[in-house]
């Protein structure tokens, strides 16, 4: 009888540690998501999706900016009105100054027709105007006006800015394009990064709760073996030390799990409230990747092949700069108009006369000490410069790619291996657990079996982690899916450039 009732005493501590174990389970198991699906939400609803988002459409506003300034401008500028009551100093026909009080209003309006050339970096302008003067004091009203005037300014051998910015800010909005993508693909780096912490301390407390469970078993049949004088009291001491490092292992276990569930979730836009169980995403993509065709994709498609281009231009365009602005210097300007004064506005259009300008000016250094020459030479190292960084970097950016994609077929392997391990480790850990009950281990041989199950399924879950990261890395360097053999880019993203 004694016999069936220590059995049943038994059976009912195994059920009820069952029953922890899955109300705790339970607790982190609220919600369960794969990887994928939680990609897909981060994409969509995190804030650092929402900070891309933005900064592309900052990028669409200053293409559009750019745009604006090689179409014609149309200006409405005037004083309506420009009162004045005052006393203003004037000067006499001898030089002295009186002192007159005017009492005028003025009304002036302005509509002004520009348009930027970019080929020689001038202006080309039409434009109109009329001007009223009230003079209060008097009781005299007169007109200025101009119904036409037309005229063009050019600098002579000058630096051409919009020249360079035809050149340069298609490139900038092009990478603004690439610089979403990569964005979107770096989201799906960094959430698969906390999704790994989180499934890694899931998977550690989970681990530390079923420890702590066969820790409790095994205490309480060390006990009972102690009483019958089995074990010693050393050993029985190192089987309750054992049920108190357990307790250690879930409390933190459990804060770690909190603490990565916090990051994920505050990552991904989701309820910080939301309790996740993440699934083990061990579908592993078996397809190759070609070294030759993941650079090619690179330097084709990767925002970092723009960002080289840009770089060159933006110095060889700070080079001309400064060689065209270190010597002699001229500006010259021209104008045509018609223009006419009167008493009524109808005199404005009646009594014309032409209005003709021409202006050159110059500037010419002579003595400067070196500024402008060291101006130049600075600007031309700075280029020389640029180009020997810009190929270094062209250099590491394919080193890196070759490595990215040498891992990738490493780490298939690998994380076979590491499941094998984790299949191992698990079976004979259970053997182990049996054979210590039934006392024919020793509790150190129980204990290195039990910590090598731990070992051997993180190392599995850590493999698949670095598997999933070095794929999505690939697709950040590359702007390809070489599942699909897609590229990551919107395909009409060129019609928007022109």
């Known amino acids: 009888m004694m016999k069936y009732q220590w059995i049943k005493t038994v059976f009912c501590r195994l059920f009820l540690s069952l029953i922890i174990v899955l109300l705790a389970y339970q607790n ?50 005037g004083k309506l009105p420009y009162y004045q009551n005052e006393n203003i ?99 799906a780096y960094n959430t698969t990064l906390y999704y790994f912490n989180l ?13 702590k469970k066969n820790a409790d078993t095994n205490y309480r049949i060390g006990q009972e073996k102690h009483a019958l004088g089995r074990i010693s009291k050393d050993e029985l001491l190192q089987l309750k030390y054992g049920v108190i490092s357990a307790s250690k292992a879930i409390a933190r276990a459990r804060l770690e799990m909190k603490t990565a569930g916090l990051a994920l979730t505050s990552f991904t836009g989701l309820n910080a409230n939301d309790s996740l169980i993440l699934f083990i995403p061990d579908e592993i993509k078996t ?14 498609n990767s925002r970092q092949s723009l960002e080289f281009k840009r770089k060159i231009l933006e110095a060889r365009r700070d080079s001309e700069k400064a060689r065209r602005e270190s010597g002699f210097m001229a500006n010259i300007s021209m104008s045509y108009g ?26 010419i250094p002579i003595m400067d000490w070196g500024r402008t020459k060291a101006r130049r030479k600075t600007a031309e190292a700075n280029l020389r410069l640029t180009e020997y960084t810009v190929e270094q970097e062209k250099i590491n950016f394919r080193q890196e790619v070759v490595t990215e994609t040498e891992n990738f077929r490493m780490l298939l392997d690998f994380i ?15 053997i182990a657990r049996l054979r210590y009950l039934a006392g024919d281990i020793r509790l150190i041989d129980y204990n290195i079996a039990q910590d090598d199950k731990d070992q051997a399924r993180q190392d599995y879950i850590k493999a698949l982690r670095d598997y999933w ?20 880019i919107s395909p009409h993203y060129v019609s928007e450039l022109y």
């Open 28 to 77: 982190i198991a609220a919600q369960g998501i794969g990887l994928d699906q939680l990609i897909g939400i981060a994409v969509e609803n995190s804030p650092e999706s929402m900070r891309i988002k933005t900064v592309k459409e900052n990028k669409y506003w200053q293409w559009r900016e750019f745009k604006a300034e090689y179409k014609p401008q149309l200006v409405f500028s």
């Open 89 to 187: 100093p004037i000067i006499q026909d001898d030089g002295s100054i009186a002192y007159r009080n005017i009492n005028q209003n003025q009304l002036t309006a302005n509509l002004s027709l520009e348009q930027n050339i970019s080929l020689t970096g001038g202006t080309v302008f039409f434009s109109s105007d009329l001007a009223r003067l009230d003079d209060f004091s008097q009781d005299q009203v007169s007109y200025n006006g101009s119904p036409f005037f037309i005229g063009y300014s050019q600098s002579i051998f000058g630096f051409n800015k919009l020249k360079w910015m035809k050149h340069i800010e298609p490139v900038k909005y092009e990478e603004s394009f690439k610089e979403h993508a990569e964005g979107v693909e770096k989201i």
């Open 199 to 211: 499934l890694i301390a899931q998977a550690d407390y989970l681990s530390a709760v079923k420890n």
């Open 287 to 300: 397809f190759a990747i070609n070294d030759s065709m993941a650079v090619e994709k690179a330097f084709e």
């Open 338 to 363: 018609r223009n006419a004064i009167g008493t009524d506005l109808s005199n404005v259009y009646d009594n014309q006369s032409d209005m003709k300008t021409l202006e050159l000016g110059v500037s």
């Open 416 to 430: 076979v291996y590491t499941s094998e391990a984790d299949q191992t480790a698990a079976e004979r850990y259970e």
């Open 469 to 488: 990261l070095t794929y999505y890395f690939i697709r950040i360097l590359t702007l390809y899916d070489f599942q699909h053999n897609v590229s990551l």
